[in-house]
């Protein structure tokens, strides 16, 4: 039951119950349903208006942010490209040249490149600017993968270099502060025992009885024995056609079949064989031809230690055996 209504009647004084009428109901029902009305067509229409301008501004910061991503990508993809045309050139002007290589082709590393048009769908191929960028990302992932293979064969390459430099005999048999003379007697020569011309094959470094003498090179003990002429001696093979050999030996310190390193004591200095005071013989040979050793331990010297070292060779020349 509705709560009745009072108004004050001034001629009664009191309060007096107020009914409304019908159509006064009525009226104030319409309006307030007029009302409304009005509004939410009011709300929807902001509603719309608003709404759609909220989306453009949502859409063009987006594409801003795009572009600007855009722009930071191209800039990657050039720094990219120019980085990998210093390692192309460090590869071909540097390394190659070191290891004895020719350079790639530049048609092989161009090979494959291309044709990446077909693998953009239609939606990017509307836009030039996009398809550019594409195949500039094609081409330098190919060819980054050529570079790639590029390196690992100059892997390859260079430990099968170290390994070779490793193995060439490059220092002195015997350490230039224990040397007493280098006899420079490559050739032929008066045996000072025999007393017959004959080939003298190798170096002849005077010495102490009992100083070390070094492998000059990484390789493999192939004889360590007792020769009448030799003495005691010791051959290397270097692999890569080069031997060395050590004689007129006080003792061994290396047997048969064992790996050396360059620089480790594989004997000692002696006068055994046929020879007229303590000294080691030297020789170096390469695929079987005897070759003056003196050209292979320059660089265990300076310029100066070694034209000083040739100087003394050449005034003490006789030979020992």
């Known amino acids: 039951m509705p709560r009745p209504v009072y108004t004050y009647n001034p001629e009664a004084c009191k309060y007096e119950p107020a009914f409304s009428s019908g159509k006064k109901v009525f009226r104030q029902t319409v309006v307030f349903i007029a009302l409304s009305i009005l509004l939410s067509i009011g709300a929807f229409v902001f509603y719309v208006e608003g709404g759609y301008s909220l989306k453009e501004v949502w859409l063009e910061q987006k594409n801003k942010t795009l572009k600007t991503e855009w722009k930071i990508l191209g800039q990657r993809i050039e720094n990219s490209n120019r980085q990998l045309s210093e390692l192309i050139e460090r590869d071909d002007q540097n390394y190659r040249v070191i290891l004895d290589s020719s350079p790639l082709q530049s048609s092989i590393r161009d090979a494959g490149t291309g044709g990446s048009e077909k693998i953009l769908d239609a939606d990017a191929l509307m836009f030039p600017t996009i398809q550019y960028h594409y195949k500039r990302l094609d081409k330098l992932r190919h060819q980054m993968d050529i570079e790639i293979q590029s390196y690992k064969e100059l892997e390859k390459l260079t430990n099968k270099k170290l390994k070779m430099w490793a193995s060439r005999p490059a220092i002195q048999p015997i350490d230039n502060r224990q040397l007493d003379r280098l006899h420079l007697t490559f050739g032929l020569r008066l045996h000072p025992l025999l007393n017959i011309v004959r080939e003298h094959n190798g ?89 003056n050793p003196i050209n292979f331990f320059q660089r265990d010297l300076s310029n100066k230690e070694y034209e000083k070292l040739i100087q003394l060779g050449s005034e003490n020349s006789e030979p020992l055996d």
Do not use: C
Request: aromatic letters at 14%.
């Open 203 to 291: 170096l002849d470094f005077s010495a102490s009885k009992g100083t070390p003498v070094y492998a000059t090179g990484d390789g493999k003990i192939v004889k360590a024995y007792s020769s009448d002429s030799y003495g005691n001696v010791v051959y290397v093979n270097h692999g890569y056609g080069f031997e060395t050999r050590y004689a007129h030996l006080s003792k061994f310190n290396v047997t048969e079949g064992q790996l050396v390193k360059r620089g480790q004591v594989i004997a000692f200095v002696g006068n055994s064989g046929t020879s007229v005071s303590a000294h080691l013989h030297y020789e170096v040979l390469f695929n079987d031809k005897h070759i």
